[in-house]
């Protein structure tokens, strides 16, 4: 028998055996045969496939050495996976995922820095959106007193004026080749390839993981059906949205709006203060926490001013209290024996919240809702890795959040940097840094810097946060801000207000972006100065 019958045979014995299922069904891994490489292809005549497929070629997404002694390789269809073209072959590649504050601060830091001709790094920013949020201020939304685009500009527009580009879609999988002894910062070749879920794969030197978080909601039964949470744009318009269809239905009617607010950090606070206040009179507010006071890690100055609003606005605060279950009318019966029933409508569709005094002993309540909003937990949107073995696994906390060193890198990982609530570096005293919007502000400053010392083998610098201070709104013209730089100093109300909207205007992504918003507030402002002075001549003129 000829060498070439032996190898024929070998490859037929291979792909009959229920270990080496068929190509066609799915994903294959060979070892220790390839190192790692930018999309190589086997055409299918190759004696170790020993059968043609449809498409005749096989694509090869990330590749690594897997343990100690095997490689790895993900061999998928190449129907499945499209590499995405960089225009430039030899300059650095940069992907960021996650178009967030740490996401696309980080790749407007690298567009400002200077760079050698030869190495300013080709960018690309994908996000499952095509808008930047500017989550601090969806708040105004309820109000009226932004408007979407003002809060929400369109990637597009924020980088036409830059090099970055920007894609809309979601990850899928994560195949890093970055992990420490190979391929680490100083040595050529690529740090991995992320897939998307359009099919795309892009091949990168460097990876921002900047993908944020989403509401967990599924942890209390009914909390998915029927509670909003507040955190996107459309989270927002939807809540926006109801509250105008209850206003409209309620419209004349004696019963009030009811409205539960689960949660009493910043967050809890902010949306009750706004929503209380855009009711006025017309609806009830009760806020639940399952902390014996609202606002536990924020400032005196803070936690005194949200208490006055809220008591004058007649929120109704359920403290030391946890949400059991959300439902219909018609899901719950009890006893009187056994809770005290607060809901007494007959309508079996009404929304009933089901609290639990975390003293134990203490009677359960029932609640009436036509609007239920969450605002607590949340989990982080890291993705799927592959291979999910060692070394590939990425080091993460119990929250889902990736370890990351002083620099921001991900730990095991140099090629790897993650953000925002993506990251969970820990201050000098071992404690995780909390995932605010300032605090992924100031990482996007460090990574996109430490990301050009990288490519021009100069040091990364360590990140070190600094805390400006806290801000929330509480009204449409109303806040609180306590700055860390003056102790004891708190601004409440209207000039809390201006300085609160003036910090975030500065905020903003872009120059041009900065000036339409800055100009459209000034009009605004103008037209609620006349409004007002108009008001207040009528008001005059009828009790002279």
Known sequence: ???MAHLNAAASALTASPLFPPLNRGVVHWGKMFHCSSFAKFRSSSVLFGSTSRHGLSSLVGCAPVGNDAGSIEVSREEDAKPYSWPDKKRPRVCILGG????????????SLTWPEDKKPQVILVDQSERFVFKPMLYELLTGEVDAWEIAPRFSDLLVNTGVQFLKDKVKVLSPCDHVGINGPNVSGCGGTVQLESGLAIEYDWLVLSLGAEPKLDNIPGAVEYALPFSTLDDALKVNDKLTKLERENFGKANPIRVVVVGLGYSGVELAATVSERLEGKGVVQAISVDSSILPTAPPGNKEAALKVLNSRKVELLLGYFVRRIGKSGDFVTSGDESDVTAKGNNPEQL?????????GAKTQLLEADLVLWTVGNKPLLPQLEPNGWPFELPVTGRGQAETDETLQVKGHPRIFAVGDSSALRDPKGKVLPATAQVAFQQADFAGWNIWAAINNRPLLPFRFQNLGEMMVLGRNDAAITPS?????????????AARKLAYLIRLPTDEHRVKV??????KSAVDSIATVQSNITKVLSDS
């Not at 967030?100 to 567009?111: I, N, Q, S, V």
């Not at 919240?353 to 003293?359: A, K, L, N």
């Not at 730089?485 to 207000?497: D, M, N």
């Open 1 to 3: 028998m000829t060498a």
């Open 100 to 111: 967030g504050f740490g996401g696309l601060y980080t790749a407007l830091r690298l567009e």
């Open 352 to 360: 009933v919240v089901e609290v639990q005094p975390t003293e134990k």
């Open 485 to 497: 730089f003056i102790e004891g100093l708190t601004l409440e109300g209207p000039i809390g207000h």
């Open 518 to 523: 800055g100009i459209s507030w000034l009009a």
